[in-house]
């Protein structure tokens, strides 16, 4: 398809066109061409709007005045995943998001709080606000637990039938047969048409999580797991080998054509996701939000698109956090997928959004539609909010 070259034709770009068709004079100056652009009628273009004076005078400064903390009330509890209980010490110095001592301590929230402000003083959401030109974007159902392999199947045959295209497994265990066991069972029930990726977890792997994140791999086994993936056309296999082993997991990239990606909470800054993307380790880039906050990972989109690698966010908080990612991917063309937890019962996606006056809801077709309303676009439920 040949794509022609548009032609401008408006009155503004007519006289922008005929102020540099001007050609300069012996001592012009930045005032002189200023005034000469003012001549011509062209700033005031936008300032002398009506729209643009009402929503100067509405806006105006703002000033934070109060800051208020909220309780909010716990309607029903859907239990916990293992992973996540005892191990004091492991979480104590682990960092990233248990907020360990030597984690990486960012003050995310004000920061979504304050664009959500920002959002809300220029009216508009903080997907248009960015610049962004997608209403609607995909998600995939996030696993947060091994499965026997029928088990998964039956699980992602349903989660197909609801309209997810997408499905993120574990492959953590003890043996490559176990994984690719569940692999082929997910593909073989959902079709070629279905959207498969798979999570090793050996990034932050800890002798504290064996119960279910099974052992760490060896460079032979994430090797012979990214083959089982190219086979069965996965998407991307992530954290397939230790954060900081970057060396392997640039040879193990090479080595392979599924897409290998990680990243996630524990890589501060935009230097260490620049390195990973330099070093040929990753095709897709995942940095946390609740880690590292909305302006590094705009920066982490940039470099990523530069170097044609994907980005999709690792999961936030399944809620504002979160929501605030759904607003970054609507602005980012390298970013295909929002991951969503969906790990049913107990992680079912419904209940962290449960907690919206209007709760977001997959469609049909497989898409969350973006907020539209100014900020984050969403709002918590008043009757959730803990009373004295």
């Not at 540099?20 to 652009?37: E, H, S």
């Not at 937890?341 to 997959?362: D, M, Q, R, T, W």
Request: glycine share 10%.
């Amino acid at each position: 398809m040949q794509i022609e070259k548009a032609v401008v034709t408006s009155p503004a770009a007519q006289k922008i066109k005929d102020v540099r068709a001007d050609p300069p004079k012996r001592g012009w100056n930045r005032r002189r061409f200023l005034q000469k652009i003012a001549a011509a009628g062209v700033v005031p273009l936008l300032t002398e709007s009506p729209a643009f004076a009402e929503a100067q005078h509405d806006a105006g400064r703002i000033k934070i005045t109060d800051i208020k903390v909220q309780q909010l009330i716990v309607e029903k509890d859907w239990g916990t995943y293992t992973d996540y209980v005892g191990a004091h010490t492991a979480i104590l110095y682990g960092g990233g998001r248990e907020g360990g001592l030597g984690g990486v301590q960012r003050p995310v929230g004000i920061e979504i709080a304050l664009w959500d402000l920002i959002g809300k003083a220029a009216n508009q959401p903080l997907y248009k606000l960015w610049g962004g030109t997608r209403d609607r974007i995909m998600p995939y159902s996030s696993m947060f637990k091994l499965g026997p392999s029928s088990q998964r199947a039956e699980t992602a045959l349903e989660l197909k039938s609801q309209g997810w295209k997408a499905i993120k497994l574990k492959s953590h265990y003890a043996t490559l047969k176990e994984d690719v066991a569940q692999l082929e069972a997910v593909r073989n029930a959902c079709g070629p048409d279905f959207i498969i990726t798979t999570d090793g977890n050996k990034a932050g792997f800890s002798v504290s999580f064996q119960g279910t994140r099974g052992v760490p791999w060896s460079f032979q086994r994430a090797l012979e797991t990214a083959k089982e993936c190219e086979r069965l056309e996965v998407f991307w296999l992530e954290e397939p080998l230790p954060r900081y082993d970057f060396e392997r997991l640039a040879e193990l990239n090479r080595l392979t054509t599924v897409n290998l990606a990680g990243g996630e909470a524990q890589n501060p800054g935009v230097q260490e996701f620049r390195w990973l993307l330099e070093k040929g380790c990753f095709d897709v880039i995942q940095p946390e939000i609740n880690t590292q906050g909305v302006a590094v990972l705009q920066k982490v989109a940039v470099i990523a698109e530069s170097m044609e690698k994907l980005i999709c966010p690792h999961l936030g908080d399944g809620r504002l956090s979160t929501v605030c990612d759904m607003h970054l991917v609507a602005t980012w063309p390298n970013a295909p997928l929002l991951e969503c937890s969906n790990e049913i019962p107990e992680g079912a996606y419904e209940h962290s959004y449960a907690v919206f006056e209007e709760p977001i809801k997959l469609t049909k077709d497989g898409y969350f539609e973006l907020p539209t309303k100014p900020g984050l676009g969403v709002a918590i439920r008043k009757d959730l909010y803990k009373k004295g």
